[in-house]
T-cell receptor, first 110, second 117 residues
């Protein structure tokens, strides 16, 4: 079983749609959780951290459920520029190591 | 966040040769990380470059194949040795960064796209 699992997609949605991505992780001792965004042929860039209380940044909302070892990302009012691969990333218990999911590809069409 | 640069940005190499990739960070960091991203795949950590000590390699990666240098707190190199077509990949370096909320994450350089013929 992979340490971090994501639906690979692609999710093909119209502009203005709301789309949700899910991610599960296997190590219950994991400490920190993130969503990264990776555009085609570019490096991954931090989108936002994920906290148990949930956090929101504009159109983006991230949520962590520690009991279910489940992380989500909600994008409201999708823009064409949101088209990218979204990587679920987990940092281990006592380690600096980041574990990356395989990514979920989002395509926003006009 | 740190500004990270890598050289070369891309290269095409013959099998059996070696390529050294350079990574420069604009601030001093204790650890730097080297990742590989194979076509259509996510990122896999190769090793952690520690200043003043040997690099720490992840399972499946060995020093003879991927020697790493870390001469100071802002610079590291990764060499891909005796290359084969299976080494064709994007190689990325990263540096740690502490977010305002206290979480430790990493920022990435732009990557080196390697093609081995």
């Amino acid at each position: 079983r992979k340490e971090v699992e994501q639906d690979p997609g692609p999710f093909n949605v119209p502009e203005g749609a709301t789309v949700a991505f899910n991610c599960t992780y296997s190590n219950s001792a994991s400490q920190s959780f993130f969503w990264y965004r990776q555009d085609c042929r570019k490096e991954p860039k931090l989108l936002m951290s994920v906290y148990s209380s949930g956090n929101e940044d504009g159109r983006f909302t991230a949520q962590l459920n520690r009991a279910s070892q489940y992380i989500s990302l909600l994008i409201r009012d999708s823009k064409l520029s949101d088209s990218a691969t979204y990587l679920c990333v987990v940092r281990g218990d006592s380690s600096y190591k980041l574990i990356f999911g395989s990514g979920t590809r989002l395509l926003v069409r006009p | 966040s740190a500004v990270i640069s890598q050289k070369p940005s891309r290269d095409i190499c013959q099998r059996g040769t070696s390529l050294t990739i350079q990574c420069q960070v604009d601030s001093q960091v204790t650890m730097m990380f080297w990742y590989r991203q194979q076509p259509g795949q996510s990122l896999t950590l190769i090793a952690t470059a520690n200043q003043g000590s040997e690099a720490t390699y992840e399972s499946g990666f060995v020093i003879d194949k991927f020697p790493i240098s870390r001469p100071n707190l802002t610079f590291s190199t990764l060499t891909v040795s005796n290359m084969s077509p299976e080494d064709s990949s994007i190689y990325l370096c990263s540096a740690p960064y502490r977010l305002a909320g206290g979480s430790d994450t990493q920022y990435f350089g732009p990557g080196t796209r390697l093609t081995v013929l």
